[in-house]
């Protein structure tokens, strides 16, 4: 695989994203042995969720990636060569939601039965380091503070958790009346809770999270209120907020994304065209989350928002071109934004897409993993799998 393009020092990559080279991204390599296949879902049909791969993470130096599946196995690659390094297999925990931690030889995992204990893991010596223990119900959302030792979880016993790396216990807890889902800004200095039974987004001085929110942001769509009435619920399963601090991305499981000002609050865009991946909520339903949240991300600069979809392709939507997003007047809805470039992507649902945070590059994943470069224009062929490792190349 053509090693991908490097970034400069404030994380943006050194070959400027325009909406020409994002069109222009094609798959260098396709890892289709990336989780285990009963012999009766090789038929060529859409995978089942639990054939899929289900979480991505890259390490903060862009050079390696974890996947998590369904079939309760965290593998390891090397994204600079393009090559497969190693599996783990969870068959007695399970394993979701994997996320580096600053080192490219530990992580953090949900997991998915036994109990509902995070689990800290060395790739290194293939051993757990700690365990950190305190939920009563599956947790739904973890993240890494991108300054410290800290992170964060939510779980569907209705609390976040705030932990240290350095010690099990509980840093902090949150006790709230719905789970969420959770993110920090880029400055580990506020984070944000997202609770859907109320369509709010709370925001916390990460310093005294035991102190009331400081901001309660309200996802009011107006739009949808033209569509079905009563409103369908809106069901948030990701958030992250923008590098360049100005915005917050709020993935739904439906068919719209957003993009809402960080601290003000207003909706300014909705990101509208792909399909959704879960299936709608029935009317009068708690909303939940299915399979939905790790398939939509902002790339490093803050330009363009990337999103999976239940038909396998990945949608982008260019944010820069729009300039300053500003808040709709009243009574009127908040811009509808269409992608930019649609790619086509798998044969089963992109339900886990992340770009790279050091490369121009990104990864998305179905029951298959596939490395994306922009293509140079100098050859459009695919080659099979020649050195026999388990992936396609296309160069």
């Known amino acids: 695989m053509t090693q991908p393009q490097p970034t400069n020092a404030n994380g943006t990559p050194s070959l400027l994203l325009t909406t020409n080279i994002m069109a222009r991204f094609k798959p260098a390599k396709v890892f289709t042995d990336a989780v285990e296949q009963p012999a009766q879902e090789q038929t060529g049909r859409k995978p089942s969720s639990s054939t899929q791969i289900t979480g991505l993470t890259f390490d903060d130096r862009g050079e390696t990636l974890v996947t998590s599946g369904g079939d309760e196995t965290f593998r390891l690659y090397n994204t600079k060569t393009g090559k497969f390094v190693k599996i783990f297999h969870s068959k007695k925990y399970g394993v979701d939601l994997p996320r580096f931690t600053h080192r490219n030889t530990t992580l953090l995992h949900a997991s998915t039965k036994e109990d509902d204990t995070i689990r800290y893991h060395s790739l290194h010596d293939n051993k757990y380091l700690q365990y950190f223990r305190g939920h009563k119900k599956r947790v739904i959302s973890l993240e890494v503070s991108p300054t410290d030792d800290g992170f964060m979880s939510s779980s569907l016993d209705n609390t976040v958790r705030l932990w240290d790396l350095r010690t099990p216990s509980t840093r902090g807890l949150l006790n709230l009346p719905y789970s969420g889902v959770v993110a920090y800004d880029t400055s580990g200095v506020v984070f944000a809770v997202a609770l859907n039974l109320y369509s709010k987004i709370l925001l916390y001085d990460t310093s005294n999270f035991d102190k009331e929110p400081f901001q309660t942001i309200s996802v009011d769509d107006t739009a949808l209120a ?24 709020v993935g739904t499981s439906g068919g719209t994304h957003y993009i809402m000002d960080a601290y003000d609050g207003y909706m300014l865009a909705r990101l509208t065209g792909h399909q959704p991946l879960d299936p709608k909520q029935p009317l009068g339903a708690q909303p939940t989350r299915l399979i939905s949240g790790e398939e939509v991300c902002w790339t490093p600069d803050s330009k363009y928002v990337l999103s999976g979809s239940e038909d396998g392709k990945i949608y982008i939507w260019d944010i820069a071109s729009r300039g300053e997003l500003t808040p709709p007047k009243p009574g009127r809805d908040a811009d509808t934004l269409q992608p930019s470039v649609v790619l086509d992507g798998h044969v089963g649902p992109t339900r886990c897409l992340r770009f790279n945070p050091r490369y121009a590059m990104l990864a998305t994943a179905s029951n298959d993993l596939a490395f994306w470069l922009a293509d140079s224009g100098n050859a459009d062929t695919e080659d099979r799998d020649r050195d026999g490792d388990g992936d396609t190349r296309m160069h």
């Open 226 to 249: 033209r569509i079905s009435f009563p409103v369908r619920p809106l069901v948030m399963t990701s958030l992250e907020f923008s590098t360049n601090g100005k915005w917050l991305l």
